[in-house]
């Protein structure tokens, strides 16, 4: 397979540059309140700065002090020598043919991750990252392929919601309130980089910060964590974030998914299922996704599909079935599309829905399972200027 060349529009924007001082994105409203005081606030007044301070940075999108004018000159004098409203510096972005837009960002020790916004026609999904690179090794997906750096901050996690919402250019003009109904970015989907599972304290303030309605307010019924299978963490997760939750599954028999996802050689599939059935917010209406993507000769037979319906049987779920997004130097090949039609008619036939999910992005590696790829072959060219582009086998 040829390494098809990049060419949508690559557009580099300007940082926000931290001077030093202490940042308040990320921050909880605790927390926000307490730097306040340690800064010289009166404690009486910390509640009412708290709020003021919070609707102007996640509900306005406003990240300079001098522009928060329901705070005396003197204070927003004062919280500028103390603090600063950064968010990760977008080196790059890549627009596909599609419309899909992938986002290099860089934040604190020079580290890159990849962040990705699907536009459809009833709205817009952004694809976050939790860590920057992953632990888990998951074979057939390239981010996996990359060893795990560090886990991002809470400031960092829902830093990429405000970098996507500047771009997208979704903050309200001055003097007008936001329009919560018809928004380019109106769901949050954690299936980017990392297992958000493992970094759970700053994946649960982050999205806490998301959801809190005086600020980027967004339904928790519009947040997705996607996991492993973290089983220690499933039912925390409900319990203290309290969004959708889905499951990267991908396999039928421990035998194969020791293989694909090899977390599961800590919790296995009989485990993982028993924890989902005792899945605190499990209901009709609030199913658990099962991400089972399609690899050829591998796990798509009618066999796995029919073991599949057994092995959930009483969970309120669907199935979401992804065409297998090659990378270079990838083991596996995608299920051919006849083979995937009728996975998914055996299942849909069983009274699950099993929609097949349609590749975005390809053409700027920006599709499921391929985050990465751009930012290394990126870091070979400058390491190696003279070099050309390796055709991958």
């Known amino acids: 397979m040829s390494d098809t060349p990049i060419t949508p529009e690559i557009v580099a924007i300007p940082r926000t540059v931290s001077d030093g001082a202490t940042n308040l994105v990320g921050k909880t409203r605790d927390e926000m309140g307490e730097m306040l005081v340690a800064a010289g606030l009166p404690q009486k007044q910390a509640r009412m700065r708290v709020g003021q301070i919070w609707q102007w940075i996640y509900q306005k999108g406003v990240r300079d002090f001098a522009q928060m004018t329901n705070l005396s000159k003197a204070y927003r004098e004062d919280l500028a020598a103390h603090f600063t409203v950064s968010v990760p510096e977008v080196v790059t972005k890549q627009v ?12 604190e020790g020079g580290h890159e991750v990849e962040i990705v916004y699907i536009p459809e026609t009833n709205r817009g ?25 560090r886990n991002l901050t809470a400031a960092e996690i829902v830093g990429q919601i405000m970098v996507a919402r500047d771009d997208l250019g979704e903050w309200p003009e001055p003097g007008r309130n936001p329009n919560v109904e018809a928004r380019l970015l109106s769901n949050v989907v954690l299936m980017g980089m990392g297992e958000p599972l493992y970094n759970f304290d700053a994946v649960r303030d982050a999205m806490n910060i998301a959801m809190d309605c005086e600020g980027i307010s967004l339904s928790r019924r519009r947040i997705t ?29 421990d035998e194969v998914r020791d293989k694909l996802v090899p977390i599961n050689k800590k919790w296995n599939i009989q ?10 917010r499990l209901s009709n209406s609030e199913r658990i996704t099962f991400e089972y993507v399609m690899l050829k000769d591998v796990n798509d037979s009618d066999d796995d599909a029919r073991r599949l319906i057994r092995l959930i049987k009483g969970i309120p779920a669907k199935i979401n079935l992804i065409p297998f997004n ?5 083991p596996y090949q995608r299920s051919d599309a006849n083979r995937i039609k009728a996975f ?12 097949i999910r349609k590749p975005r992005g390809e053409d700027i590696m920006a599709a499921c ?25």
């Open 326 to 330: 090659e990378w270079p130097g990838s």
């Open 271 to 280: 485990t993982l299922l028993q924890t989902l059935r005792e899945y605190p």
């Open 225 to 253: 964590l996607s996991t492993s299978g973290v089983v220690p963490e499933i039912a925390r997760a409900a319990d203290e974030i309290g969004c959708l939750l889905a499951v990267s599954f991908h396999a039928t028999t």
């Open 125 to 149: 999904t952004l694809c976050v990252s939790s860590q920057v690179g992953c632990t888990l090794n998951c074979s057939f997906c390239h981010t996996g392929t990359q060893t795990l750096v």
């Open 344 to 355: 998914s008619e055996i299942i849909f036939n069983a009274g699950y829905a099993s929609p």
């Open 96 to 107: 596909s043919d599609d419309g899909t837009r992938k986002y290099l960002v860089r934040i």
């Open 369 to 393: 399972g391929q985050l990465k790829s751009a930012t290394e072959r990126a870091r070979r060219v400058r390491r190696t200027p003279d070099a050309q582009t390796p055709d991958p086998q």
